[in-house]
C-alpha cells in the first residue's frame, strides 16, 4: 500500500505562487509514475500534471490550461512530488489531488481510471 499526503494549499492574490508537495510512503515511489488533478466546487475533477520516473531525467506532461506556469517535480530520495504553480489565477481555485501508480519507465498518465493510490487533498484558493 502507498499513502499520500498533500500540503502546501492555500490562499493566494492572483498573479502569485504556491509549491504543493506530496510526500509518499513507500519503498517504491521511485518506480511510480504520479499525477496531480483538481476539482472546482460543482466541477467534476480534472488533470493537472503527470511526471513519469526515470534514472536520469523524467517526463512531464500538463493540461493545456496550466502550461508555462505549473511545473511538476519529484525527489526521489524525498519520496515527494511537487507542483509549482506561478501566475496563479482565481480559475485555478480547486482541491487539488495527487495520485500514484507504479508504471513503465518514462510514462506519464492524465487520465484518473489509471491511477491507484489518491491523497486527501489540499485547497487552492486564488483571490482577485
Known amino acids: 500500500q502507498v499513502q499520500l499526503v498533500e500540503s502546501g494549499g492555500g490562499l493566494v492574490q492572483a498573479g502569485g505562487s504556491l509549491r504543493l508537495s506530496c510526500a509518499a510512503s513507500?519503498?517504491?515511489?521511485?518506480?511510480?509514475?504520479m499525477g496531480w488533478f483538481r476539482q472546482a466546487p460543482g466541477k467534476e475533477r480534472e488533470f493537472v500534471a503527470s511526471i513519469s520516473w526515470g534514472r536520469s531525467s523524467t517526463n512531464t506532461y500538463y493540461v493545456d490550461s496550466v502550461k508555462g506556469r505549473f511545473t511538476a517535480s519529484r525527489d526521489n530520495a524525498k519520496n515527494t512530488v511537487y507542483l509549482q504553480m506561478n501566475s496563479l489565477k482565481p480559475e485555478d481555485t480547486a482541491g487539488y489531488y495527487c495520485?500514484?501508480?507504479?508504471?513503465?519507465?518514462?510514462?506519464?498518465?492524465?487520465?484518473?481510471?489509471?491511477?491507484?493510490?489518491w491523497g486527501q487533498g489540499t485547497q487552492v484558493t486564488v483571490s482577485t
Open positions: 495520485a500514484g501508480v507504479q508504471g513503465r519507465w518514462g510514462t506519464v498518465l492524465g487520465a484518473e481510471n489509471q491511477y491507484h493510490y
Open positions: 513507500g519503498r517504491t515511489f521511485s518506480s511510480y509514475t
